[in-house]
């Protein structure tokens, strides 16, 4: 009898669910009270935009509820500002630039450590339900148990057609699927989630679930589409204006080669909208996620942690989605809500993190003994109720400079180099403007972004928390301005490299061998 594809990927979903069951992982050895964990992880959900945050509008009540029940880091940065080489900072605890995950296809790679392989190789069940963008194929068999591309929102066509200016808005049109609805990826992997969790699972387990939250297009399903309007956003939560001096490129270049300068400030207030209006979709589904953990048995001794990769500009500066070479506190400030068994109840982290802290936070609590170098720092002591460290700076990368960092040149990519692709002006932009390379440096007062071949940022956040002044060459700030590029350079000098953990015989080998890659 012929075996035809259909029979081939009925087998696949039979070995995968016993692999879950009775596979590499196992129910918990006795004396083993190790927490499981659930990470949440939506796409390109910026802070500001957060009830619990201080969004003067938007309805998220489970994410509130949620941070009155754990702890809340109120400057949470990430790494990067674009999907993947925030995702490898994150699994790896390395910046960005020490092995040079610096797009969104140099993924993690087999023989690096990551903190799904740490996991899994310390028994516990390891799921992916969601998008990548973190792990290369090889790395998957090593760090994840079982994994499903569940992922997405419904939404409806682009609100313009080929060729209008506002083509490449990300603007959408309303969804007539419901938000309850499986049909919606996000959804159903939560819904995967819960149907595991609720049937006496393997413990310890993770669950990580890194949806499409609230990555443009610009559309929801129709409740939540139409949820808040443009008049509210002008009224309640104004827009950063457009045009602004001092600002690189891509401030102005995003509009220019987006064909969106005929717009109005309505326009982008009403995009902003709908993104808020997606937001809430975010809060439902984890609302959903954290009813389900809370009336299983496994949910006692479950720490759940809430995050994203990147922020989103929403109509911010007149722009639309991101841009992997910025530095505006809208793309690398991510809420960070985190409830674990046994931690404090609504409190608040007032000082600056990392994103890539989760990992050394996760293996602290699962007891792993971590082997490689890393420099992400364990925030276990704040969960349970302490400050943070008021005098740490935080750091995030972007932009390209070399041949293969350059996204239109990959063929792969072919939303960069075809016309009707959403993201062909951004590659017409990096390949006529660039995208330089840079580097922030942000501490409780001040940030800076270094760019060597294109304009840099300094900001008071104190007096200036918006971002709307770039005081960079203003003589007041030249101290600072020294002090923070002295920093950068020390932190640079420090980070630049790591040395594998396995040694070479020096010598010549007695014999060809077969070679393996190992970790380093």
């Not at 692999?19 to 659930?38: E, L, Q």
């Not at 957060?50 to 009155?68: E, I, Q």
């Not at 790679?109 to 963008?133: C, H, I, S």
Request: aromatic letters at 12%; hydrophobic letters at 35%; proline letters at 7%.
């Amino acid at each position: 009898m012929a075996v035809t594809v259909a029979m081939q990927q009925k087998l696949y979903k039979l070995l995968c669910t016993l692999a879950v069951v009775a596979g590499t992982s196992a129910w918990r050895k006795p004396g083993d009270n190790r927490p499981n964990f659930v990470l949440f992880f939506p796409d390109e959900l910026r802070a500001e935009s957060v009830g619990c945050y201080g969004h003067p509008f938007v309805r998220t009540p489970n994410l509130d509820k949620f941070a009155n029940e754990g702890t809340r880091f109120a400057e949470a940065h990430v790494l990067h500002t674009q999907c993947a080489p925030s995702r490898c900072a994150i699994t790896t605890g390395r910046y960005m630039h020490v092995l040079g995950h610096r797009t969104q296809t140099h993924l993690v790679q087999n023989y690096e450590p990551n903190m799904f392989r740490y996991l899994k190789q310390a028994n516990y069940t390891v799921l992916w339900y969601g998008k990548n963008d973190m792990l290369s194929a090889d790395s998957f068999n090593s760090s994840v148990t079982q994994w499903k591309h569940d992922i997405g929102v419904e939404m409806g066509g682009n609100a313009f057609k080929f060729g209008e200016a506002g083509y490449y808005s990300f603007l959408s049109e309303p969804s007539d699927v419901p938000g309850n609805s499986t049909k919606n990826g996000d959804f159903a992997a939560v819904q995967l989630a819960l149907d595991f969790i609720k049937k006496d699972p393997p413990e310890p387990f993770m669950i990580f679930l890194p949806g499409k939250g609230t990555h443009p297009s610009y559309g929801a399903p129709k409740e939540y589409y139409d949820m808040y309007t443009a008049e509210q956003v002008h009224e309640k939560a104004p827009l950063r204006p457009p045009n602004l001096p001092g600002k690189p490129k891509y401030h102005t270049g995003i509009i220019s080669f987006r064909n969106l300068s005929s717009f109005n400030q309505s326009f982008f207030e009403r995009i902003n909208a709908i993104y808020l209006g997606r937001v809430s979709y975010v809060d439902w589904i984890f609302g959903q996620l954290i009813d389900g953990i809370d009336s299983s048995p496994a949910g006692k001794n479950t720490a759940v942690f809430m995050s994203s990769d990147h922020g989103d500009f929403a109509g911010d500066f007149h722009l639309v989605e991101k841009w992997p070479g910025g530095m505006d506190d809208i793309l690398t400030r991510v809420p960070m809500i985190v409830r674990i068994p046994g931690g404090k109840q609504g409190h608040t982290v007032q000082e600056n993190i990392n994103s890539f802290d989760m990992m050394a936070t996760i293996l602290e609590m699962a007891s792993v003994n971590v082997t490689h170098v890393h420099f992400a720092q364990s925030f276990l002591k704040q969960l349970h109720g302490s400050n943070g460290d008021p005098n740490r700076t935080v750091y995030s990368e972007g932009g390209f400079q070399y041949h293969n960092e350059i996204e239109p040149y990959d063929p792969k990519q072919s939303s960069y180099w075809k016309k009707e692709g959403l993201y062909y002006p951004r590659g017409q932009e990096e390949i006529h403007e660039g995208i330089p390379r840079v580097v922030m440096a942000r501490n409780m007062n001040y940030k800076l972004a270094y760019r060597p071949l294109g304009v840099c940022e300094l900001y008071d956040i104190k007096n200036d928390p918006r971002e709307l002044n770039n005081v960079y060459m203003d003589e007041k700030y030249q101290a600072v301005r020294k002090q923070m590029e002295s920093d950068l350079l020390r932190w640079m000098v420090e980070t630049g490299d790591v040395t594998p953990l396995v040694e070479d015989n020096r010598g010549l080998p007695p014999f060809p061998r077969t070679t393996t890659r190992k970790s380093t």
